[in-house]
Nanobody, 124 residues
Framework: QVHLAESGGGSVQIGGSLRLSCVAS????????MGWYRQRPGKEREGVAT????????YYVDSAAGRFTLSQDNGKNTVYLQLNSLKPEDTAMYYC?????????????????WGQGTQVTVSS
């Protein structure tokens, strides 16, 4: 059973940065795909960025492209999401996710494991 543990959330001002981390246990790198999703207040959970397929460049949804960077350290079974140029609309609970490849950020239906989430709050 895959267990995902997120960390790195917090409160920042507009334009600030955060680095989210997700450590996966019970998971073998390359056995599936991982990514990040978020749930903004009053909204449904949505994708942010995923490793669509092993060896391929990350996929970003439009709101994340150019500001967020998804990376991974297979030796540590850890994925990271660097959040830059944060906006108030980025305020959300951010969830690490894993599932079979391809893992599409445009939908949550491919996710089979979720972390508990880490809160990101952006204020002026």
């Amino acid at each position: 059973q895959v267990h995902l543990a997120e960390s790195g959330g917090g409160s920042v001002q507009i334009g600030g940065s955060l680095r989210l981390s997700c450590v996966a246990s019970g998971y073998t790198a390359g056995s599936g795909c991982m990514g990040w999703y978020r749930q903004r207040p009053g909204k449904e959970r949505e994708g942010v960025a995923t490793f669509y397929h092993p060896g391929r460049v990350p996929y970003y949804v439009d709101s994340a492209a150019g500001r967020f960077t998804l990376s991974q350290d297979n030796g540590k079974n850890t994925v990271y999401l660097q959040l830059n140029s944060l906006k108030p609309e980025d305020t959300a609970m951010y969830y690490c996710a894993a599932g079979p490849c391809p893992l599409r950020a445009i939908t949550t239906t491919g996710v089979t494991s979720w972390g508990q989430g880490t809160q990101v709050t952006v204020s002026s």
